[in-house]
Structures are given as C-alpha cells and as structure tokens.
C-alpha cells in the first residue's frame, strides 16, 4: 500500500510547538523571477531572496549539550561541502551565505531555531538535527512554513514528509541488515539498551518484531535518560540476562559511561558482542578504544570506505581540519545532503520549494559511501548497509556489506512481521 508523503508520527509537544510557530506568520514572498527562483509555494509564503549573488542556507547543530560529542562534527562536513561547492561556482551561479544556529541538544530549540533560520533569515533550506526528538519537533514547523529540511542520521523509520529529505538510514538500510547480521552469526538471545526517547523507543519495538517472527528471544530491554551516566545498574541486569548480544541504541555521551561499566564488570566483544547503531569513528574517540575495540556498528559509511570519491573527501576534510580528525557516516551524510540539494535545485532551474520537491526523484551523487539516489516519493535515499568492526586504530573496518544500495523503506512495507507497527 502506498503511504501519503505527508504522513509522519508527530509528539503532541512539537504539534503544539508548531502551531504556535505558524500563527506568527511569515514575510510575503516577492513576485516570481523570470528565471522561476523567486518565490515558494504551500502552506506558508517564502521570504528567499534570490535577486542578489548569493542565496541563504541555515545548518542547525548542537554545538552545546550532551549531542555537541555527535553533532560538532556534522557542522564541520557541512562547511566543508559549502566551501567546496561555493569554490565551484555556487548554485545556479549563487554563493552559498550559511547562517549557523546552535541546537543546545533541546527538541524546543531546535524547534525555535527552525523558525527563525526560515522565517527571519529567510534561507533557501536547512541542513541539521541529530536525535529523531530533534527532528519530530521540527517537521510541523517545516510543513507550516512550507520550508525544506534535510537530515543527515539514520533514524527508526515510520515517517515520510515532502518537507524532510532523509540522508541517513531508515530501518530496512541499517537496524535490519544488523539483526540478519546477528542471526546469520547464531546469536538467539539479544539484550536491548538505548537512550529513553523516540528512536530507541521506537527502533526496539521493530527489533522486537524481528525477533519474535526470526526466532530470537529479547532477553532484556532497558532505556536511560540522554545524558545519563550511572549504567551499573543497567549493565548489572544485562551481564545476568544470559545474552549472547546486545543492540545499542544509546545516543550521545551516555555510551562513554555504558562501554565504560560493560568493561569494568568485566564483559568483552569477544564473549558478548555490542551492535551500535549510534558509534561512528568520532564516537569512538570520545569513548575509548580500549573500551570499544573488536565492538560492532551498523552504517552506511566508514572513513575505510575504499573508493576514489571517499580518498577525496577525506583527505580534504583531514587537510581542513587537521590529519588527527576522523569521518563518519552523520558527517558524509551531511556533506552528501548539500551536493543533493545542489544537484535537485540544479536539475529544477529553481530555488522554489514545490520545483525542488518535483525534481527530487533520481537525483543522484558519487558519495564518499558510494552512489545514493533520491526516492522521489518517499525522500529517502537508496543506501548500502555495512556492518563494521571497532579496530585498535580507532577505526571501523567492514566485516559485512549488502554490496549494493538498498531502497529506502521507511514504513517497512515489504516485511510481513512489521504490519501493524505504523
């Protein structure tokens, strides 16, 4: 069954959020340029000024609070990808004026921030958010505004927005491919941890499912605020639980304070392995390698990706700042989105909302993951999974790849154990 565009699984707080947001109103948007760029369509008028030599785009990241560990680091790719891409020309002949907002790790203010990067600074389209919280307090303000929001994490699925092009995983490109990679390695009793908000929430109600209908018991599910540090008691019931794995939902610098505990109760990789699904290489610095290493990750990306586009960009990002950083799949899916929103704009002839939105479908780049491709119908992105392992080097080297992209399925519509979910 095909699922409206529009649909999307909202919290009642960001609804409301958002509806104070849209009652503020928005700048009348000028008459339509002769080259189309002038004006938006939808819910909300636009303010974009396309009549000068640049045109506005907003990047909305935590740069304070307990994401900052995370969500730093996609800044930085997406100045780079800005740099890069306003050395080349521009869009449609246009420099690229950023305008940076801080996210302080808070839904509300991601919220706030949104509304001023579209509605005061008038960009063309936003480039942010982290934690699916971030995002679901985000999307009413796009829809109202009628703005465009590209998102750079793999997140738990169960949503599609014309307003939101998803550049990170759905559920079918990263948790799934996991789970076959954990079953096809004999492991039957999986203990769950994850952070206390919509993804781990909802991203374990999908492992559950999987589970039950792959023979695979859940022998233990436990969530901790974001932020939180005192695991003892969470990694006490999981080295009792009797698992033979763990699937690690568990965001920001809650994972410092968890690896740490599953460490010094004396558990290790090679008796009862971590799957993460929120660990990338800068993580990986922030925690230790010594409590991480031989640990597994599900991505689409690592920084040992071989290839010619990923040998480019990360030497430019290591020549920007500094051969001691490290890339990560959040940071290459950020870098990515902004050549995507390149490329739509380019293949529209337009900065309009609704034009985009139209020339979205097929739209492809040579990624640093490999080629991705634009689901014109759901704005996800065709992606290869890669399960990887944490090496001494800090580093996480592929022990699995799909080998091919996988088509975005955000709702799960091609797997019978999944019905009823959404």
């Given at each position: 069954m095909t ?12 609804a409301?959020l958002?509806?104070?947001?849209a ?15 002038g004006?938006a ?12 030599d ?9 740069l ?9 680091t996609?800044r ?7 740099d890069e891409i ?7 002949g246009?420099?690229?004026d950023?305008v ?6 808070e ?8 509304e ?6 008038c960009?063309?389209?936003v ?18 505004k009628?703005s465009?929001?590209f998102?750079p ?15 990170g995983?759905t559920?079918?490109q990263?948790i799934i491919?996991?789970m ?19 993804f ?15 023979g695979?018991?859940i ?14 008691t969470?990694?006490?019931k ?20 968890f ?9 290790a990789?090679?008796t ?9 290489e ?8 010594d ?7 599900a991505?689409n990306?690592?920084?040992t990706v071989d290839s010619?586009?990923?040998e ?5 990002f290591k ?17 990515t989105s902004?050549?995507?929103?390149k ?10 909302v ?13 990624a640093p ?13 065709a992606k ?9 080097d ?7 790849s799909s080998k091919?992209?996988?088509?975005p ?8 154990w999944?019905?009823g979910?959404?």
């Amino acid at each position: 069954m095909t699922r409206p565009l529009l649909r999307a699984l909202v919290v009642p707080a960001a609804a409301t959020l958002a509806l104070t947001l849209a009652a503020c109103g928005a700048r009348t948007a000028d008459e339509p340029e002769a080259d189309g760029t002038g004006s938006a369509t939808g819910a909300s008028a636009s303010c974009v000024d396309t009549s000068g030599d640049s045109i506005k785009i907003g990047f909305l990241n935590s740069l304070s609070g307990t994401m900052a560990i995370s969500e730093q680091t996609v800044r930085d790719s997406l100045d780079l990808a800005a740099d890069e891409i306003n050395a080349a020309g521009g869009v449609l002949g246009k420099q690229l004026d950023v305008v940076a907002e801080d996210g302080a790790s808070e839904p509300t203010v991601f919220a706030e921030k949104a509304e001023k990067l579209i509605s005061s600074d008038c960009v063309a389209a936003v480039f942010g958010g982290w934690t699916s919280s971030s995002r679901k307090a985000m999307l009413p303000v796009f829809e109202a505004k009628n703005s465009l929001l590209f998102y750079p994490v793999q997140y738990e699925g169960l949503e599609a927005s014309k307003n939101i092009f998803y550049t990170g995983a759905t559920t079918n490109q990263q948790i799934i491919p996991a789970m076959d990679y954990l079953k096809e390695q004999g492991k039957t009793k999986v203990f769950l941890v994850g952070s206390d908000y919509v993804f781990p929430r909802t991203a374990n109600k999908e492992i559950v499912a999987y589970a039950k209908a792959n023979g695979i018991d859940i022998v233990g599910e436990e969530y901790a605020p974001l932020g939180y540090t005192d695991f003892s008691t969470i990694v006490t019931k999981l080295k009792g639980s009797g698992a033979d794995a763990v699937f690690n939902t568990l965001n920001g610098d809650s994972n410092v304070a968890f690896f740490k505990e599953y460490k010094n109760v004396g558990l290790a990789a090679d008796t009862l392995p971590v799957v993460s699904v929120s660990i990338a290489e800068e993580e990986v610095g922030g925690i230790g390698v010594d409590n991480v290493e031989g640990q597994l990750t599900a991505w689409n990306y690592y920084q040992t990706v071989d290839s010619p586009a990923n040998e480019k960009f990360v030497a430019a990002f290591k020549a920007k700042y500094g051969d001691d950083r490290v890339t990560s799949d959040p940071m290459e899916a950020a870098y990515t989105s902004l050549y995507l929103w390149k490329g739509m704009v380019e293949k529209a002839k337009s900065f309009d909302v609704a034009a985009i939105q139209d020339a979205a479908g097929g739209v492809s780049f040579e990624a640093p993951e490999g080629t991705v491709t634009v689901n014109g119908e759901n704005h996800h992105i065709a992606k290869t999974a890669l399960i990887g392992k944490i090496g001494p080097d800090g580093l996480i080297h592929t022990e699995w790849s799909s080998k091919e992209p996988i088509e975005p399925d955000p709702f799960l519509e091609g797997y019978d154990w999944a019905a009823g979910l959404s």
